[in-house]
């Protein structure tokens, strides 16, 4: 596997790591409100990481990533869905970098 594809792996599952934690630290306290802020930030880190790590062009796919529109009433619903509307895409980019060949 090249260099480049281990360092974006990496990044990948070290955001996507991130992400689970945020989510079981809000899951822990029900902040949701606390949870989805602090998720927008690492939100913003993770794109400016994916650049980085990974390339503009699956750094922009990720940031053009938004959650669509809830009809609950349920905070806790409503984060866990926003949760796995981020986490899909980066375990999608992490099992396409890890299929690289070498």
Not at 15 to 36: P, R, S
Not at 52 to 63: H, P, S, T
Request: hydrophobic share 45%; aromatic share 6%; glycine share 6%.
């Amino acid at each position: 596997m090249p260099q480049n594809a281990l360092k974006g792996l990496a990044a990948v599952r070290l955001q996507i790591e991130e992400l689970d934690k945020l989510a079981e630290q809000t899951m822990k306290n029900l902040n949701t409100v606390a949870g989805m802020e602090r998720v927008e930030n690492w939100r913003a880190d993770t794109v400016a990481i994916l650049t980085y790590a990974v390339g503009l062009q699956e750094a922009q796919g990720f940031a053009g990533v938004h959650p669509g529109p809830c009809f609950t009433n349920d905070l806790i619903e409503e984060f866990t869905d926003l949760i796995e509307c981020y986490r899909a895409p980066l375990v999608a980019l992490a099992k396409q970098l890890s299929h690289v060949a070498p």
